[in-house]
């Protein structure tokens, strides 16, 4: 019963991607046949990405509808599993909704499209490839217009949208309000303020964007600042709402984040892993130095040419690596490396760089890790000096003598 929901949303998810890379894939042919030939990537790169930007939107509410479902169903016996399970389900089905186009560019985009005369095709048209510059420039891209447009809608649904509701609810309950407008502010208040949700959308969209921020932060090292810039707008925001917008919420006693903490460990060291293979395999700085290791004299100059091979043209065809027309006999340049000893060696220098890169980083990090105490040795004192007063209180309660009151009088 709770696997039929969970293949469907894997095979929905599918039927997206594929959607939106067949989209730019005719896309990109009816803008190389029409005027904007020379911007036909960039357009159907950045079309391809809004749309995809609004499929996750859309997606996003259904997914937390089905991981709602999923976890009634499962029947937890408390409330602390019953949130672990939710928490864990919402999270890993927002990670595929939001991070699966940018893995789908950054690693297997252009890896699987053929070279001329073999081309693989999908429903007839030829698998997309990245630009000439790589896969770099548009994973960027992807990943702002995601970021950004994310953060838009998140603000404008955290402020906007509850006002809209406030004001249907006092349409809607007119009667009721034109009896306590003259009564107390308490009561004003709590007619007009929403009732509080909770933190679990506020922690899940720090989440998601510390996702963004750090897998992919060496394809978009100005994520960091777009996230900062929104964080210090989103402050306010937020006093805003929960002054003016939402109910006080009751506080509760909690050890801890709960889960989110074992999601942020482990988003922070997958990230370590997806950077090394982001500089190593899909950017261009491993090959170039490479290059200017194995041919000193050469310095970048024969770069280009060592990167990729010619083909002449026999038939009338498209190339979205030349992006133009090629006609018969016209020469077409596609990138690959011919020399099969140099491109084993270049494998195997970039599976070093991966190796050593993040041994490198989590040697830094648990040094620091070890280096700062998680609780100042200060605080830690004073932890310890308030549990000796207790537990010294609580041992001359037990010792000292019960009061003696007398005997009662008799009356």
């Not at 805003?240 to 060291?269: C, E, H, L, N």
């Not at 308030?386 to 037990?398: F, G, H, K, V």
Request: hydrophobic fraction near 45%.
């Amino acid at each position: 019963r709770g696997s039929l929901p969970l293949l469907l949303q894997f095979v929905v998810l599918l039927i997206l991607v594929f959607a939106v890379i067949l989209y730019r894939t005719i896309i990109l042919v009816v803008f190389l046949g029409s005027s904007f030939r020379t911007e036909a990537p960039v357009l159907s790169s950045l079309t391809g990405s809004v749309l995809n930007l609004v499929v996750i939107i859309i997606m996003s509410f259904f997914y937390q509808k089905l991981a709602k479902l999923l976890t009634d169903w499962e029947m937890h016996r408390t409330d602390d599993d019953y949130s672990y399970h939710l928490t864990l389900k919402m999270y890993l089905f927002e990670f595929v909704n939001y991070y699966a186009s940018l893995f789908y560019i950054a690693f297997f985009k252009g890896r699987f499209t053929g070279y001329p005369c073999d081309y693989h095709t999908l429903f007839g048209y030829r698998l997309e490839e990245c630009s000439v510059s790589g896969c770099f420039y548009e994973l960027s891209q992807q990943l702002l217009v995601i970021l950004v447009g994310k953060q838009i809608f998140n603000n404008f649904m955290e402020l906007v949208v509850p006002k809209i509701k406030m004001r249907v609810k006092k349409w809607r309950l007119r009667k009721e309000y034109s009896n306590i407008k003259d009564s107390e502010q308490w009561k004003r208040d709590y007619y007009d303020c929403e009732p509080f949700g909770g933190l679990f959308g506020e922690y899940l969209e720090m989440v998601i964007q510390l996702g963004f921020v750090t897998i992919f932060v060496a394809a978009m090292p100005l994520a960091p600042l777009f996230s900062l810039l929104n964080n210090i707008v989103e402050i306010r925001l937020d006093a805003k709402k929960f002054i003016s917008v939402y109910r006080r919420p009751v506080a509760m006693k909690t050890d801890g984040i709960g889960i989110w903490q074992t999601i942020i460990s482990t988003i922070v060291t997958f990230a370590v892993v997806a950077n090394a293979f982001l500089i190593a395999f899909t950017s261009e700085v491993i090959p170039q130095i490479f290059y200017r290791y194995v041919y000193p004299t050469d310095g970048l100059d024969g770069y280009v040419t060592n990167v990729i091979t010619n083909y002449t043209e026999t038939h009338n065809t498209t190339s979205s690596q030349c992006f133009t027309y090629v006609n018969e006999g016209d020469t077409c340049y596609f990138k690959k490396l011919t020399d099969e000893l140099y491109y084993y060696r270049l494998f195997l220098i970039r599976a070093i760089f991966v190796i050593l890169f993040e041994h490198i980083v989590f040697g830094v990090s648990r040094f620091i890790d070890l280096l700062v105490p998680d609780i100042p040795r200060s605080l830690y004192l004073k932890i310890k000096r308030e549990e000796y007063m207790a537990s010294s209180a609580l041992t001359e309660d037990l010792d000292s003598p019960p009061p003696d009151h007398g005997e009662k009088s008799m009356v």
